[in-house]
DNA sequence: CTACAGTCTACAGTGGCTGTAGAGGCAAGC
DNA sequence: GCTTGCCTCTACAGCCACTGTAGACTGTAG
């Protein structure tokens, strides 16, 4: 049962040491014990804890819906439909996400078919972009950062 | 002919009075003609070039190469090449978004699917979200920002 | 004249980190 | 013991594409 060093647990969680000192800083991670020195230890609890919050990104969750589900997690006799309901969130958001991305990937497509090469004044592309309509205001949000 | 203030410019466009400013800072827009006040006074070509700026946002296109197309825009007489292969990328790199996405989708499917109600202590979603394996690192890379 | 909407500048804040500087800590090889 | 070279520490600035705020000035409709 020996101590993690902060660089073990980053390799151990596959996330960077700046990032858990980040997630520190912003409560996602509790404090750790120090050594005598001053350098961060931790126990296999840390890598549990770093590698939901790592897993939980890389399924998108937004950072507040790790916290509740950190939070959740905390009492496990709880029923489980709030996780259910964040899980849920989470996947309607990535539908969205996709319904968007799709409509710009057939944007796109439609844009570059209509192009047949010549010169800049003339370029379907360039019009399409200058002329464009209301055809994807009607969908009226910008895509949303991940 | 006559000139059409930010708040009208931002009307015209669709682009946030603030935006435009932000714009004109980064270069993205000239610098307009001011009156004797010092309000911002555009013409019918900031339209033109605001309302180009939106809709290659409105598809994805990053800030660099919405200015490479806005500099290619000046040239005419150019082959569109460019300006088509600019686009082939955007479009790829929406595929390629859209494939992370997808993924994300199944995957956050059949966690949800997984879970039978009951509680948090022996959630199916807590469960994957904990013991998540490789499948998703596979693919090595974060979702990127749009 | 009086409201009130529009505009101005300058700067701070957002999220989710990443990068940098400069200093100190620790283990392995000589 | 000593050096080498990586690890860790803190504190702060920077990233993108804006958004929000504060406080002052301007323009216009009633």
Same mark, same amino acid.
Not at 46 to 72: K, N, T, Y
Not at 95 to 106: F, H, P, V
């Given at each position: 049962?020996?101590?993690?060093?902060?660089? @073990? +647990?980053?390799?151990?969680?596959? /996330?960077? /040491?700046?990032?858990?000192?980040?997630?520190?800083? $912003?409560?996602?991670?509790?404090?750790?014990?120090?050594?005598? !020195?001053?350098?961060? +230890?931790?126990?296999?609890?840390?890598?549990?804890?770093?590698?939901? $919050? @790592?897993?939980?990104?890389?399924?998108?969750?937004?950072?507040?819906?790790?916290?509740?589900?950190?939070?959740?997690?905390?009492?496990?006799?709880?029923?489980? !439909?709030?996780?259910? !309901?964040?899980?849920?969130?989470?996947?309607?958001?990535?539908?969205?996400?996709?319904?968007?991305?799709?409509? +710009?990937?057939?944007?796109?497509?439609?844009? $570059?078919?209509?192009?047949?090469?010549? $010169? /800049?004044?003339?370029? @379907? /592309?360039?019009?399409?972009?200058?002329?464009?309509?209301?055809?994807?205001?009607?969908?009226?949000?910008?895509?949303?950062?991940?």
């Amino acid at each position: 049962m020996k101590p993690i060093t902060i660089g @073990r +647990l980053s390799k151990a969680a596959d /996330v960077k /040491v700046t990032t858990i000192r980040y997630y520190e800083s $912003i409560g996602l991670m509790g404090a750790p014990d120090r050594s005598e !020195s001053g350098q961060r +230890l931790y126990g296999e609890a840390a890598v549990q804890r770093l590698s939901f $919050i @790592r897993h939980a990104r890389d399924l998108g969750f937004p950072m507040e819906a790790i916290r509740d589900l950190i939070e959740l997690q905390t009492e496990p006799d709880q029923n489980c !439909s709030a996780v259910d !309901s964040i899980a849920r969130q989470q996947l309607a958001d990535v539908r969205k996400r996709l319904n968007q991305l799709e409509a +710009l990937e057939a944007e796109l497509k439609r844009m $570059i078919a209509s192009c047949e090469g010549g $010169i /800049v004044g003339n370029c @379907r /592309v360039m019009a399409t972009l200058n002329d464009h309509g209301e055809c994807l205001s009607d969908s009226h949000e910008r895509l949303q950062p991940m």
